[in-house]
């Protein structure tokens, strides 16, 4: 005799997961943001105000027979809102930025920044004939402006910004405050359709401004940090580089930054192409030992 089968239940089936949505029309409202309103240049903020005004009243007065269509407006005015958030971080400054302060064109600036990213070191780029340059090693990171000097005073700034030196600036680590004299200018938007949109990129990594040092003795350091968490996971990447280095030798330690670290700073310009046209550039960016490393940390420590 057959065993009966239990009878389904509807409502089992049914798995309530409210922040799954509500991830789903952020991330909508951030790409309609981005590829709608300011692509057509439309009054983002008064576009996204009144979409959420509207979602939110038409979802408290709709009658009694419209209330389960009207249980979507809430939806509708949450990515109004991320909408709105993002198009005020794309297109406005506060008053102390930066961003607001300086020009497209470079300028000679002192400022007091602080290192808020990892420090990287970028190796002199290989000859080529068509260059009439060969550049040279720089050292690259994010700081965070405090002040800027204006004549005799000090004016307080805000605002993330890439810094490059040229040259080796071995005496900086992250969590450091500094004080540089450089060059300060505002990413160069697009002149030509098509064309790479790196201001676009600068600003999505939340940099509004561009730093360059012509020499890393226009750096000194203001106060050095001593047990920061940025400190300390900037020691622990340069110990890792220096074992590697150590234990490593010729071409392959330049592929094993890459693969094992995630610095690709190394790699040149044909290795990367070879990787590209493989479609192993994967390797490069998340591999099987990064999952395999990611996965004993979370076992190890969740048991």
């Known amino acids: 005799m057959p065993s009966p089968i239990a009878p389904h239940r509807r409502d089992a089936a049914i798995v309530y997961r409210p922040l799954v949505a509500a991830a789903a029309v952020a991330a909508l409202g951030i790409a309609l943001d981005r590829h709608l309103v300011s692509f057509y240049e439309l009054p983002g903020v008064a576009f996204w105000s009144l979409a959420s005004v509207a979602a939110l009243v038409a979802w408290l007065v709709a009658p009694g027979r419209y209330r389960r269509g009207a249980s979507w407006m809430p939806l509708v005015a ?3 809102a991320f909408g709105l ?17 300086v020009a497209e064109q470079p300028q000679p600036a002192c400022l007091d920044v602080v290192v808020v990213g990892p420090v990287a070191y970028l190796p002199a780029a290989p000859a080529n004939p068509l260059e009439p340059t060969v550049a040279g090693p720089l050292t690259e990171t994010t700081v965070q402006v405090e002040a800027i000097r204006d004549a005799d005073a000090w004016r307080p700034a805000r605002g993330r910004c890439r810094l490059r030196v040229a040259g080796v600036a071995d005496q900086i680590d ?18 030509n359709p098509g064309q790479y949109d790196w201001a676009a990129v600068e600003l ?6 561009e730093i360059f040092c012509p020499d890393p003795a226009c750096i000194r ?14 020691a622990a990447r340069q110990w890792c580089r220096r074992q590697l280095s150590a234990h490593v030798d010729g071409p392959g330690e330049d592929l094993a930054l890459a693969v094992l670290l ?9 290795r990367t192409k070879a990787f590209l046209l493989t479609g192993t550039i994967h390797l490069l960016v998340i591999s099987g030992l990064h999952i395999g490393m990611l996965a004993v940390l979370v076992w190890g420590g969740l048991r």
Do not use: K
């Not at 992250?174 to 002149?191: E, F, K, W």
């Open 221 to 234: 350091v203001r106060q050095a940090a001593t047990s920061t968490p940025r400190r300390l996971l900037d």
């Open 78 to 80: 949450f990515a109004s």
């Open 262 to 270: 995630g610095d690709r700073a190394a790699l040149d310009e044909e």
């Open 204 to 209: 999505g990594q939340r940099r509004v401004a």
């Open 174 to 191: 992250g969590g450091d405050r500094l004080r540089i004299h450089a060059l300060i200018a505002r990413p160069y938007p697009t002149l």
């Open 85 to 101: 958030w993002t198009h005020l971080l794309w297109n406005y400054h506060e008053g102390d930025s930066i961003g607001r302060m």
